[in-house]
């Protein structure tokens, strides 16, 4: 069963097609890598799944229901897609633990209790408990990425998209974020990540999808991806 499908999908930039009639989809439960040379269109299919870019032709549909059109994103989801950038993005003012309490409380209207207890345990899972009241300008780059990780995670997702999480860190801060995204999908969580980590696709990924140039041109599962010709 399709979580979310993204169905002849077109996007463009002034005169740059970027994606061209692309058809994605993300099955419930599983974890989906996305790879393919840079400038592909990887990213930019995943920020249209997340209903962060305007469409110019095409539809995606998210549990049954349409979502995005090229008039705009139709539903509000509240929160039902997570997603996890290259750049952390974490509120520079706001200590860990805040940023990670701060959209259940403002969105989901969650009493600051339960939100503080939801934020705790979701920094054990990410292992950042004992660095709850730091700012981010006191963590590592990795550390960063795994409170951005605990931060999408406090909204309850049913999807979490991760577009290049690991790219802007040094290998043993990669291990650390790669091991807590492996987690996330041992959860049975609903995943898709645009990554270069081919060892993170062998180990987790259920089925990986290979674009270049706007396009899909291979989609498959794992073995048989990673299987010699
Ligand atoms: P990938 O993630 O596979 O590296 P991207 O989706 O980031 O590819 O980018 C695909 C192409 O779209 C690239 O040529 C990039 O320069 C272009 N692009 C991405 N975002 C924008 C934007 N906001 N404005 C113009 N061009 C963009
Ligand atoms: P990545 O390919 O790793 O996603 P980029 O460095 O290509 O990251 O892009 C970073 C940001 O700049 C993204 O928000 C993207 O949409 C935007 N961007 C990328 N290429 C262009 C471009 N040619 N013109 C305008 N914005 C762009």
Known sequence: ENLIEAQQITKRYASTTVLSD????????????????????????????????????????FQGETFVTPTGTRRHLGGAIGMVFQQFNLFPHLSVIENVVLAPR???????????????????????????????????????????????????????LFDEPTSSLDPEHTREVLRVMKQVVDLGMTVAVVTHEMSFARQSADRVVFMDDGRVLEEAPTERFFADP
């Open 22 to 61: 692309v058809d994605l989809h993300i099955r419930r439960g599983e974890c989906l890598v996305l790879v393919g040379p840079s400038g592909a269109g990887k990213s930019t299919a995943l920020r249209c799944l997340a209903g962060l870019e305007k469409l110019d032709a095409g539809s995606v549909v």
């Open 106 to 160: 403002r969105v989901r209207r969650l009493p600051l209790p339960e939100a503080r207890a939801k934020a705790e345990q979701l920094l054990d899972l990410v292992g950042l408990a004992n660095r709850r009241d730091y700012y981010p300008h006191e963590l590592s780059g990795g550390q960063q990425q795994r409170v951005a990780i605990a931060r999408a995670l406090a909204m309850e997702p049913t999807l979490m």
